[in-house]
T-cell receptor, first 110, second 116 residues
Framework: LAKTTQPVSMDSYEGQEVNITCSHN???????ITWYQQFPSQGPRFIIQ???TKVTNEVASLFIPADRKSSTLSLPRVSLSDTAVYYC???????????FGTGTRLQVFP | EAGVTQFPSHSVIEKGQTVTLRCDPI?????LYWYRRVMGKEIKFLLH????????ESGMPNNRFLAERTGGTYSTLKVQPAELEDSGVYFC??????????????FGQGTRLTVV
């Protein structure tokens, strides 16, 4: 499974757009890029998944360039409640487990 | 609809004692996973059930850990005897048939285990 690299931490203010970039240079053809969010004292929660180009849902957008060696999670107009750890994972076709890295700790200030 | 439920939420036991953690997956989810995070480390995979069968237990640290899923419903993870390094947060997750590639894995709140 491809290893992922993402910033350890990021700070933002309420109302700003936050972009978290993840690199996955060794991503395989059948791998998907998946992002999870984790609040303190809770389990991880699925946010978004994509294969290429752009995916958008009610929570975030995921941008994946043509070479798929990186991806960017975009959170529009963050609020204090978006303070959490965000994990970028590369998930193989029909894989049976998730490989978590260190994640990015996002702190949103008022 | 109920999510993944874990019991207890916290457990403090002495070294050498036995502890059993329980996970109730979302009804109908064939896949059940156990993960754990020990202090300062990343969340690590422990094992995966498909219904009542162990699909992958490559992440189980040693034979002091025993996981079961009788009847393919809830699962238990027993640690016997517990050691200090077993302290951490144990997460359970479930997903429907198809694996996490196309469907999301739903995590429980976790059980915080402290061995003293």
């Amino acid at each position: 499974l491809a290893k992922t690299t993402q910033p350890v931490s990021m700070d933002s203010y309420e109302g700003q757009e936050v972009n978290i970039t993840c690199s996955h240079n060794n991503i395989a053809t059948n791998d998907y890029i998946t992002w999870y969010q984790q609040f303190p004292s809770q389990g991880p929660r699925f946010i978004i998944q994509g294969y290429k180009t752009k995916v958008t849902n009610e929570v975030a957008s995921l941008f994946i360039p043509a070479d798929r060696k990186s991806s960017t999670l975009s959170l529009p107009r963050v609020s204090l409640s978006d303070t959490a750890v965000y994990y970028c994972l590369v998930v193989g076709y029909n894989t049976d487990k998730l490989i978590f890295g260190t994640g990015t700790r996002l702190q949103v200030f008022p | 609809e109920a999510g993944v439920t874990q019991f207890p939420s916290h457990s403090v036991i002495e070294k050498g004692q036995t502890v059993t953690l329980r996970c109730d997956p979302i009804s109908g989810h064939d896949n059940l996973y156990w993960y754990r995070r020990v202090m300062g480390k990343e969340i690590k995979f422990l094992l995966h059930f498909v219904k009542e069968s162990k699909q992958d237990e490559s992440g189980m640290p040693n034979n002091r850990f025993l996981a079961e899923r009788t009847g393919g419903t809830y699962s238990t993870l027993k640690v016997q005897p517990a050691e200090l390094e077993d302290s951490g947060v144990y997460f359970c997750a479930s997903s429907p048939t198809g694996g996490p590639t196309y469907t999301e894995a739903f995590f429980g709140q976790g059980t915080r285990l402290t061995v003293v």
